[in-house]
């Protein structure tokens, strides 16, 4: 079982960028998928999750500006970000749990992709 982040870089203020999280091995359409981010220094934060049958919540410092989305026969999961702000400057995880609820806790995720660079300049 395999996660693969993709799509990081480094934006101006304002830009955007669009993550892409493949999965392979298995089908994760029953389960949640979530994206995750990590500045230096700090804990790895819930950001966004979609879960199976399609409830999709956002942290609220990322409301109205990013966008989740999943194609169940893809096996894909994405992160539209919009009007990025500096501190949307991270290391971005996708990740996946056997679990039909929204999960918020990193702990609770069996599955990781290894991470994937977004830096927002000012």
């Known amino acids: 079982v395999q996660l693969q982040a993709s799509g990081g870089g480094l934006v101006q203020a304002g830009g955007s960028l669009r993550l892409s999280c493949a999965a392979s091995?298995?089908?994760?359409?029953?389960?949640?998928m979530s994206w995750f981010r990590q500045a230096p220094g700090n804990k790895r934060n819930w950001v966004a999750g979609?879960?199976?049958?399609?409830?999709?919540q956002y942290t609220d410092s990322v409301e109205g500006r990013f966008t989740i989305s999943r194609d169940n026969a893809k096996n894909t999961l994405h992160l539209q970000m919009s009007s990025l702000k500096p501190e949307d400057t991270a290391v971005y995880y996708c990740?996946?749990?056997?679990?039909?609820?929204?999960?918020?806790?990193?702990?609770?995720?069996?599955?990781w992709g290894q991470g994937t660079q977004v830096t927002v300049s000012s």
């Open positions: 979609v879960t199976s049958g399609g409830n999709i």
């Open positions: 091995g298995r089908s994760f359409s029953g389960h949640i």
């Open positions: 990740a996946s749990s056997r679990s039909p609820r929204m999960l918020y806790s990193s702990t609770l995720y069996e599955y």
